[in-house]
């Protein structure tokens, strides 16, 4: 049974522990995770120290790595805040950051409780923080009263908790704390929700851009080539464009047309070889009812622009968007959000390519020789695990450096008594490695000599939970 209540005090009282370092007039040394949950989170978080006209340094990381927590500790701070990340590595911080005032707002599994560091984690409430709250709706409880009553960043809590697959409700909806935020929002008439086509870009692609864009869920055929998106839309006499000439867009189709898209999207997933149900086609949407941009009003859209500047290696550009939306940030976001989407597209295309994905008892390993960017390993682990019937597990490798792989854990929910995060972080400890996770997405750091040993480990715990 989760713990709401002390959930929230502890939120409560973190937050007076930043004040009291604002006030002090301590500068703040803020780290966060590259995905759309962590550049939200940093977006939230500089809103509030903005707002308090506090002095702050923000870094946006791939990983709180051994590396990168060792660069901190030649910095000469005294206050760090770590968002969407920490929890994991709590004993390298209480270690590497002895005699500094840290907070680790987090949603990931924790490593442990500590005397030392102030950590807000809704695991140790009974609150899962795979479902029913991201690392943005931690930092948001912990700071919403130092943000500014008229921006109080509901809507960028509900772009995180969606960008990080939190829509685990009926109709891929979000649940729990993610809900009553969404609430929230509705009662200040600034979020509302709608159901439709679970398609990218309803209000701002050309349809047959939003089908080739669609990952979540996978279209067999369609998903990622926009040759067949564009042939499937002539064959249901569907037009590309309306009479004025201008692309038409999922929210520009009849009531008829959209109900004979829907028919043939449900049939050829219900057919085809993937794991996708027919009905994950169909989803609660998230709109921002004062947002005038149409690119930013669907908060799927806009949580896959900020994944987008974060994965190409942009962060800085999805910070700036959730802070100010100048035109020329737009601009540049949209170009990495397009190129994202085609690398995307370029890298599931690639791995049809048998040679480049070893299967073994259900589980699928994206070998090292398929070039995906570390950045971009754990977005197509996902995806790849969505189309694929006869896995429960995805392994994706990829190399960050000469010395080092990215590796990316995904697994089926259906595996319930699989705790990825918690054996990840295990194996890599003994290892003398970096890793961990959710329960059924996890990411390490391994040494090139190592991964041999790393993936034997990993397989025997994985095959004692395969039922593929």
């Known amino acids: ?153 509901e809507w960028l809590v509900v772009v995180g908790a969606v960008g990080d697959r939190q829509d685990k409700g009926e109709r891929n909806s979000l649940i729990g704390l993610n809900r009553e935020i969404v609430r929230q929002g509705e009662k200040t008439r600034k979020i509302k929700e709608e159901l439709d086509l679970n398609l990218f870009g309803r209000y701002s692609r050309p349809l047959h851009k939003s089908l080739e864009y669609t990952f979540h869920p996978y279209i067999p055929g369609v998903s990622g080539d926009e040759t067949e998106a564009v042939a499937l839309l002539k064959k249901l006499g569907i037009r590309l464009k309306d009479e004025e000439g201008n692309w038409r867009r999922l929210v520009d189709l009849t009531a008829e047309e959209k109900k004979k898209l829907t028919e043939e999207i449900i049939r050829r997933i219900a057919e085809g070889e993937t794991p996708s149900k027919p009905l994950d086609i169909i989803a609660t949407h998230y709109i921002n009812l004062v947002e005038k941009e149409e690119r930013l009003k669907d908060a799927r859209e806009f949580s896959t622009i900020l ?106 929910p259906e595996l319930e008594k699989l705790e990825l995060g918690k054996v990840v972080r295990e194996i890599t400890k003994k290892i003398s490695c970096f890793g961990g996770g959710h329960r059924k997405a996890a990411g390490a750091e391994i040494k090139k000599e190592k991964i041999g040993i790393f993936l034997n480990e990993l397989m025997k715990e994985i095959n004692q939970f395969q039922h593929f």
């Open 307 to 412: 994944n987008g500047c974060g994965r190409l290696g942009k962060p800085e550009i999805g910070v700036l968007l959730g802070l100010s939306r100048k035109r020329e940030v737009l601009e540049e976001a949209d170009k990495l959000m397009v190129k994202y989407r085609k690398e995307l597209a370029g890298y599931l295309n690639k791995l049809k390519n048998s040679k480049l994905v070893d299967s073994r008892n259900g589980i699928a390993v994206i070998k090292p020789q398929a070039n995906i960017k570390d950045t971009m390993i754990g977005t197509v682990s996902s995806i790849l695990l969505t189309s694929l019937k006869d896995k429960g597990v995805v392994i994706g490798i990829a190399e960050m450096n000469n010395e080092t792989y990215k590796v990316s854990i995904r697994a089926k």
């Open 1 to 153: 049974m989760s713990d709401r209540k002390n959930f929230i005090v502890l939120s409560r009282d973190v937050r007076k522990e930043i004040e009291e370092e604002i006030e002090e007039g301590k500068m703040v040394r803020c780290v966060s995770h590259l995905d759309s949950d962590g550049l939200s989170s940093a977006c939230i978080l500089s809103h509030a120290l903005l707002n308090k006209k506090a002095d702050f340094h923000l870094s946006i990381v791939k990983q709180l790595s051994i590396e990168v927590i060792g660069a901190l500790t030649k910095e000469k701070y005294e206050t760090y805040i770590f968002t969407d990340l920490g929890s994991g590595q709590i004993s390298q911080l209480e270690e590497r950051l002895k005699g500094k005032k840290v907070f680790v707002l987090d949603h990931h599994l924790p490593e442990k409780e500590s005397e030392k560091i102030r950590q807000v984690n809704p695991h140790f409430f009974g609150i899962d923080g795979e479902k029913e709250i991201s690392g943005v709706g931690v930092t948001y409880f912990v700071i919403k009263e130092l943000l500014p009553p008229e921006n109080s960043n």
